[in-house]
């Protein structure tokens, strides 16, 4: 494998639009293909330059995002090809894309769509024209029919342009971009296709006495019981099983495609060694299996400012820090089996987590991102005082 390929899905033959590592220049502007282990550094690193010190931006870890990006190290790509584009004006990078196409989703949902992500760019409308110029050209160049985005290999990467909400303190889990960014898109022709919604929830002083009746209703009526974890350990044999059902809860989700056995090797690696049992709730039915689960952090967006995206030399004592004493949570993933959906299963775990926040002193969660169509998830924050503080979006833009 040369360094190219460890970078990119198939190459498209010469001769062809969008030809590998191509540049088109003006007199001050050059879009260049990523190419080399070094541009996609710089490709990573871009926002670090353009956000740097903003308030309410939360810097990615660079080496996941590295990973997440290079073909021997993304299982995505098993089934994915991508392409990245910086922009250079006068010298200086002033823009970035990402160019996939996910040929599962297409197979699953029959939309010949190439997906744009990693989308960030200065307010110059001639060097945005010029980074979405290259990524059409390439998915016209594969006979796709249309592009939309923000969208990653997966729905485990971060998607959705923020549209409301920019003055709000972003999350590790979602984009944070420029108020200047949805204009920027639809002046090229790029409309909704969905939006996602986020709410912010205040944690009560103490449980509902009707909360704590309808828990114990559930757990008799369907069975199921609560796994009571201590550690990290004891959740770990269920982790594979987790990602099982949340593959079949969220099949019918928008642009979703089930994620692989080593894509779930892969995440079970990196990220259940670090998440809290008090804040990871599993939902068991009388035979032991996974019925549902729900998993927050405490949030790290703070400390991720601290850390400018490095866990060395001393960004991980950032995030210990906000592990040790948490006063603001991050909810990040739930899923009912969709044979227990509408029981209410789901409120038995959002009554759980309730019940660990009060406990260890959380002031609010961050609900991060759900359909604007997905009422039921949306049903559980009117028992609570909650606002919908943000909304980000996925734009389309079709040619066939």
Same mark, same amino acid.
């Given at each position: 494998? /040369?360094? /190219?390929? @460890?970078?990119h899905g198939?190459?498209? $033959?010469a %001769?062809?639009?969008g030809?590998?590592?191509?540049?088109?220049? @003006?007199?001050?502007l050059v879009?260049?293909?990523?190419?080399?282990?070094?541009?996609?550094?710089?490709?990573?690193?871009?926002?670090?330059?353009?956000?740097?010190?903003?308030?309410?931006?939360?810097?990615?870890?660079?080496?996941d995002?590295?990973?997440?990006?290079?073909? !021997?190290k993304?299982?995505?790509f098993?089934?994915?090809?991508a392409r990245?584009?910086?922009?250079?004006?006068? *010298?200086?990078?002033? %823009?970035?894309?990402?160019?996939?196409v /996910?040929?599962?989703?297409?197979e699953k949902?029959g939309n010949?769509?190439?997906?744009?992500g990693?989308?960030?760019?200065?307010d110059?409308?001639?060097?945005?024209?010029?980074?979405? *110029?290259?990524v059409?050209?390439?998915?016209?160049?594969?006979?796709?029919?249309?592009?939309?985005?923000?969208?990653?290999?997966?729905?485990?990467?971060?998607?959705?342009m923020?549209?409301? %909400?920019? !003055?709000?303190?972003?999350t590790?889990?979602?984009?944070?971009?420029?108020?200047?960014?949805?204009?920027?898109?639809?002046?090229?022709?790029?409309?909704?296709?969905?939006?996602?919604v986020?709410?912010?929830?205040?944690?009560?002083?103490?449980?509902?006495e009707?909360a704590?009746?309808v828990?114990?209703?559930?757990?008799?009526?369907l069975?199921?019981r609560?796994?009571e974890?201590?550690?990290?350990?004891?959740?770990?044999?269920?982790?594979?099983?987790l990602?099982?059902?949340?593959?079949?809860?969220?099949?019918?989700?928008?642009?979703?495609?089930?994620?692989?056995d080593?894509?779930?090797?892969m995440?079970?690696?990196?990220?259940?060694?670090f998440?809290? $049992?008090?804040?990871?709730?599993?939902?068991? +039915?009388?035979? *032991?299996?996974?019925?549902?689960?729900?998993?927050?952090? $405490?949030s790290l @967006?703070?400390?991720?400012?601290?850390?400018?995206?490095?866990?060395?030399?001393?960004?991980?004592?950032?995030?210990?820090?906000?592990?040790?004493?948490?006063?603001?949570?991050d909810?990040y993933?739930?899923?009912?089996?969709?044979?227990?959906?509408?029981? %209410?299963?789901?409120?038995?775990l959002m009554t759980?987590?309730?019940? @660990?926040?009060?406990?260890?002193?959380?002031?609010?969660?961050?609900?991060?991102i759900?359909?604007?169509?997905?009422?039921?998830?949306?049903?559980?924050?009117?028992?609570? +005082?909650?606002r919908?503080h943000?909304?980000?979006r996925?734009?389309?833009?079709r040619w066939?």
């Amino acid at each position: 494998m /040369n360094e /190219n390929e @460890s970078l990119h899905g198939r190459a498209s $033959p010469a %001769g062809r639009a969008g030809t590998r590592g191509a540049a088109r220049r @003006s007199a001050s502007l050059v879009i260049k293909e990523v190419t080399s282990r070094g541009e996609l550094k710089q490709f990573v690193r871009f926002p670090f330059s353009l956000y740097r010190n903003h308030p309410c931006w939360v810097p990615p870890l660079i080496l996941d995002e590295l990973h997440t990006l290079r073909r !021997d190290k993304n299982p995505a790509f098993e089934y994915c090809e991508a392409r990245y584009w910086l922009a250079y004006k006068e *010298g200086k990078v002033a %823009g970035r894309i990402a160019g996939i196409v /996910n040929h599962r989703y297409i197979e699953k949902w029959g939309n010949r769509y190439a997906r744009f992500g990693w989308v960030d760019f200065v307010d110059d409308p001639e060097v945005v024209a010029s980074l979405f *110029g290259a990524v059409e050209a390439w998915a016209v160049d594969l006979g796709m029919s249309g592009i939309h985005g923000p969208l990653g290999f997966t729905d485990m990467d971060h998607e959705g342009m923020l549209v409301e %909400g920019f !003055d709000e303190l972003g999350t590790l889990a979602a984009i944070y971009n420029h108020p200047y960014y949805p204009g920027r898109l639809e002046s090229m022709g790029y409309v909704k296709d969905v939006d996602w919604v986020e709410f912010e929830v205040q944690v009560p002083a103490e449980l509902p006495e009707k909360a704590v009746r309808v828990e114990e209703i559930v757990k008799r009526r369907l069975g199921v019981r609560v796994l009571e974890a201590k550690n990290a350990k004891q959740i770990l044999p269920y982790a594979r099983e987790l990602f099982g059902v949340l593959n079949e809860a969220f099949a019918p989700l928008y642009a979703f495609v089930p994620l692989t056995d080593r894509q779930v090797e892969m995440y079970v690696k990196q990220y259940f060694s670090f998440i809290r $049992p008090d804040f990871t709730k599993v939902l068991l +039915d009388a035979d *032991g299996r996974v019925a549902g689960f729900v998993i927050g952090m $405490p949030s790290l @967006s703070r400390a991720m400012q601290k850390a400018r995206g490095r866990l060395l030399p001393f960004g991980f004592l950032h995030l210990l820090a906000a592990m040790r004493k948490p006063r603001f949570l991050d909810l990040y993933l739930g899923a009912i089996r969709p044979d227990l959906q509408g029981g %209410g299963a789901d409120a038995l775990l959002m009554t759980e987590m309730t019940r @660990s926040a009060i406990a260890k002193g959380i002031v609010s969660a961050e609900s991060n991102i759900e359909l604007e169509e997905n009422v039921k998830v949306q049903n559980h924050w009117k028992y609570y +005082d909650a606002r919908q503080h943000k909304r980000r979006r996925c734009y389309i833009k079709r040619w066939a």
